[in-house]
């Protein structure tokens, strides 16, 4: 039987690579090279090939002018990623194309770069770091760069899914103490004792610092605003890994040369990969380049998800295990 044609948007990794191409007729973009950021190119490469099956990645534009763009013989987009707001849901229903992502196993992963993230803007590590690389560093002093600790600090968690709980779980370690805000309540074997909000001014109000994890979209969009930032205790910090559009840029970077907020830490942005140029001369923001997800192992294993994603629907006639539309 002809092997289905799959079109690989983005270059992944090794092991993902090879399966594809041995189980699939697989287009793939092995240098990277940039056509992924063009929706009509994408459709143009798709359609040249009968792909059957499109492989694409977070911020990809597939939207609904990709979608409609799409040959009919695609029947399914597997997205290497566990967001999915690059992805128009409702015109890929409309065309009957199925959607899947790649939850669970980017989980740990993303959770340690939230607290990657956590303890240098608590702990002034790119300023330090900024200091030793500039040359400027005199040596050990003793009011050199003080942060704060996270110890007995109050950690609010934006959205209590996977990641949400996997950085609980570290914080605990740090002897921190959990609140979460989320559209409902988590049962208790999920809670493990964090303490939930059911509104908006009590949470902010009662942490030290949050994280957040909602998804992107239209409902989350500028989610943490001016008002919300003036709702944080003084000298809170803002931890960023979920979607940088749950952020309004101007409000933070304002919160932070006032000194309401302390020091953020932030992996995505709005419009990225451009990045807000208020954060750009700012010290206490730490700033890393969406890397939430990006270990060996995590990325083998959200490629082998995708693929057996893809399977499901090409080659095995069954339903994909991670449907998200
Ligand atoms: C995702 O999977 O949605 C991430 O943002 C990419 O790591």
Redesign the pocket.
């Known amino acids: 039987m002809a092997r289905p044609v799959l079109l690989v948007t983005r270059k992944l990794p090794e092991a993902t690579e090879a399966r594809a191409a041995r189980d699939y007729d697989a287009r793939l973009n092995p240098k990277d090279a940039p056509w992924f950021r063009d929706g009509a190119e994408i459709a143009r490469r798709a359609t040249e090939a009968g792909a059957a099956g499109v492989l694409c990645?977070?911020g990809d534009p597939m939207n609904a002018q990709t979608i409609a763009a799409l040959p009919a013989s695609v029947k399914v987009i597997a997205?290497?990623?566990?967001?999915?707001d690059h992805i128009a849901i409702d015109a890929a229903k409309a065309r009957g194309i199925v959607v899947t992502?790649?939850p669970e196993v980017?989980s740990f992963a993303?959770a340690e770069c939230a607290f990657t993230l956590m303890l240098m803007a608590a702990r002034r590590a790119g300023e330090g770091e900024r200091m030793v690389r500039a040359r400027a560093w005199e040596g050990w002093a003793p009011t050199q760069l003080m942060g704060v600790t996270l110890e007995n600090k109050t950690l609010g968690i934006a959205g209590f899914g996977r990641i949400g709980r996997e950085l609980a779980a570290m914080a605990r370690g740090f002897r921190m103490k959990i609140h979460y805000r989320d559209i409902q309540r988590a049962p208790a074997d999920l809670e493990q004792g964090a303490v939930f909000h059911d509104n908006d001014d009590s949470f902010l109000g009662a942490i030290d610092i949050i994280s957040m994890h909602m998804p992107g979209g239209d409902a989350t969009r500028k989610w943490l605003n001016a008002e919300r930032l003036a709702r944080m205790k003084k000298g809170a910090i803002v931890i960023n890994?979920g979607?940088g559009g749950s952020v309004d840029d101007a409000a933070l970077v304002d919160a932070l040369k006032s000194g309401h907020i302390r020091a953020a830490g932030l992996d995505?942005y709005d419009g990225e990969p451009k990045v807000f140029d208020g954060y750009l001369g700012l010290e206490n923001v730490a700033l890393l380049p969406?890397l939430?997800?990006?270990t060996i192992e995590t990325r083998d294993a959200?490629g082998h998800r995708a693929l057996d994603n893809l399977d499901a629907v090409l080659r095995l006639n069954q339903p994909a295990p991670h449907r998200v539309a």
């Open positions: 990645a977070a997205t290497f990623s566990v967001g999915y992502n790649t980017l993303t890994t979607r995505v969406h939430g997800s990006a959200m």
